[in-house]
């Protein structure tokens, strides 16, 4: 493992991430949305000649399956994209039991907004089944997974073949805490302790990984004034993503957020767009899955060593300002 990351490590340049580049990235996004993850998906729909997205897989998390999935379905009609695929996933985590999170995303999972019943169903393939398939039918190399709830299928995926993580070119994740310790237990991020397992499977698989974690998202804060900024746009989707903010503006579990409330899972959309916006260190991280007290947590050991060598790369600035412009203006240009 550790062989495989620092020669691909090495090899990344600034222009490889496609920093202000205009490369398209295949990606396939998991996802459990969710307010975050649906901002995440509209923004990531919005920009076709950035990002190819081969398929969106659905994860149980923030939401129930069916939720999660129907919210998928919701933000690919939004933004006008039959022509992307969408795979309902796992519906429970791989041992533990199951965790949603209605309390900060509303029992649909899309705040306190009621959308109408999309019309294109999802596609019948299992997620995992999807990610496979889609791995081996593009070039080595050549395709980033973008996960953004509970890593349940991908660490499906990676069981069914075990030769997942070498084909991919890299995982971006949102997932995790250092300093800014956990946000569902004191020291456990949600999406790893949803399915803590699955997340150390990840962690473990060889496969290149840039990880956004809480150290990171928690400097990116929705305020009013950014809200306003989105609904300032005048156009369908942006107003949607606009309402879904002001919800956790609302929400009475933020209210003791100084400065705004985070918004996490677009970060991961921001790096594949701008990593320089971002600010990484090479980090060893395993996860927690045995302590009742503890699980979930996320060990970020940034002194590496040859004993200890990195398996990701662990972002530690993000620069908010740019990034909800960026966003906001890409979110724009949807209906």
């Known amino acids: 493992m550790s062989g495989r990351w ?13 920093s202000g580049s205009a490369s398209r990235q295949a990606v396939i996004i998991d996802c459990d949305p969710g307010i975050d ?3 995440a998906l509209l923004w990531a729909l919005s920009v076709p000649e950035r990002l190819d997205v081969l398929a969106i897989t659905t994860v149980a998390g923030n939401a129930s399956l069916e939720c999660t999935t129907r919210n998928a379905r919701i933000i690919r009609e939004l933004a006008d994209r039959p022509d992307v695929p969408i795979h309902a996933g796992c519906r429970r985590p791989l041992k533990r ?3 949603t999170a209605g309390h900060f995303h509303g029992a649909s999972g899309l705040g306190s907004i009621i959308m109408p019943e999309p019309v294109l169903p999802a596609e019948t393939a299992h997620a995992a089944e999807a990610i496979v398939s889609h791995l081996h039918a593009a070039s080595p190399d050549s395709v980033t997974l973008v996960l953004m709830g509970p ?13 997942l993580a070498t084909r991919a070119r890299r995982i ?30 990840v962690f473990a698989s060889g496969c290149p990984i840039t990880v956004l974690g809480l150290d990171a998202t928690h400097q990116v804060r929705v305020t009013p004034e950014r809200v306003a ?9 942006a107003t949607f993503a606009a309402e879904l903010l002001d919800f956790t503006l609302q929400l009475a579990a933020n209210d003791h957020r100084d400065g705004g409330v985070p918004l996490h899972d677009p970060c991961t ?3 594949l767009l701008e990593p ?5 260190q090479p980090a060893s991280i395993e996860v927690e899955t045995e302590s009742p007290l503890t699980l979930g947590h996320t060990a970020v050991e940034l002194r590496v060593t040859t004993e200890r060598p990195a398996n990701a790369a662990w972002t530690v600035r993000a620069a908010a300002a740019a990034i909800f412009r960026l966003m906001t203006d890409n979110i724009a240009r949807l209906p």
């Open 6 to 18: 620092i020669c691909r490590c090495d090899s990344i340049s600034p222009a490889d991430n496609v």
């Open 37 to 39: 993850d649906s901002i």
């Open 97 to 99: 039991s199951q965790v």
């Open 151 to 163: 890593m349940t299928n991908v660490a499906h995926a990676m069981t069914l073949d075990p030769e």
């Open 172 to 201: 971006v994740l949102m997932g995790g805490a250092r300093r800014e310790g956990g946000n569902i237990t004191a020291s456990a991020e949600y999406n790893i302790f949803a399915d803590p397992h699955a997340a150390q499977q």
């Open 229 to 237: 900024g989105m609904r300032g746009c005048n156009r369908r989707a």
């Open 269 to 271: 959309i921001a790096w």
């Open 276 to 280: 320089t916006l971002f600010v990484t």
